[in-house]
């Protein structure tokens, strides 16, 4: 309790110092795979089965509050048509998250999240960023081919990305999987700023204040308070 009361008391200071922390989410992969609908399911609680393609890119924030702390995500939704890459990709600089969506009906856009993920990681510094690969559309399991599956788990691996399969329709996985980006991305955060701010606290060594905050993060949910 005590512990977990001094690491609350730390992460507040700092937040105060820095004021409202935002984190940047930059979504990519394929046209057609569902970014915007995963976002809009997320966001906007809402599921449209008409394809509009993004032009370019688009963003939502998200609030949060996570130990008592208000907290935003900001969410970019970029693109998948070629025509566009070259504007939304002026937007992955300084992405603290890094969704890489591909549609689990469609082994084919599994294979082309390497060279999103390679574009996004090349506008950032190395380990800068997490890593999430996502398959969408899970309610036409039907239509899912196991290899596909096994081939996102060994590929998440290989890139120490975490794996997530989502509906954008059913909402299935959708809400949990942006508690985990808001839990990891605010952690990251709260350690940076603690590190730059508390300079006494970097003498119990980085491991343990990532455990300190891994103990607070388990003891909180991160839930969204509104879109
Ligand atoms: N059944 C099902 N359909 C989905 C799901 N997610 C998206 N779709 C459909 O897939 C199509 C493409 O979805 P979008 O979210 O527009 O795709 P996008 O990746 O944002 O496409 P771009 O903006 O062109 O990059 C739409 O017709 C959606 O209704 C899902 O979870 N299940």
């Known amino acids: 309790e005590h512990f977990h009361a001094q690491v609350r008391t ?6 105060g110092t820095v004021g409202l922390k935002i984190s940047k989410v930059v979504v990519v992969g394929d046209l ?3 970014k915007t609908s995963l976002i809009n399911r997320f966001c906007k609680d809402n599921f449209n089965r008409d394809y509009k393609a993004t032009i370019g890119v688009d963003f939502e924030i998200e609030r949060f509050e996570i130990v008592g702390i208000p ?3 900001q969410i970019w939704d970029t ?14 600089r300084g ?16 294979d082309h999240t390497k060279q999103w993920l390679e574009d996004a990681l090349r506008e950032n510094e190395p380990d800068s960023s997490f890593i999430f690969l996502v398959g969408t559309k899970k309610d036409l399991s039907d239509a899912v081919c196991e ?3 096994i081939d996102a788990i060994r590929f998440a ?8 399969s989502v509906s954008a329709k059913t909402g299935e996985n959708v809400n949990e999987f942006f508690s ?7 952690e990251q955060s709260m350690i940076k700023e603690l590190e730059k701010t508390m300079g006494h606290m970097a003498q119990i060594g980085t491991g343990n204040l990532i455990s300190m905050l891994n103990f607070a993060s388990c003891n909180t949910q991160a839930s969204p308070s509104c879109c």
């Open 157 to 164: 691996n290989e890139m120490q990305a975490e794996y997530w």
């Open 95 to 110: 992405a603290e998250v890094i969704i890489t969506v591909f549609d689990l009906t469609d082994i084919q856009t599994l």
């Open 147 to 149: 290899r596909t599956e």
């Open 180 to 186: 985990r980006v808001a839990a990891l991305a605010f």
């Open 79 to 92: 693109a998948g048509q070629e025509k566009f890459k070259c504007i939304a990709s002026a937007y992955y």
């Open 32 to 34: 057609y795979v569902g």
């Open 71 to 73: 907290y935003n995500l």
């Open 10 to 15: 730390a992460c507040q200071q700092s937040a």
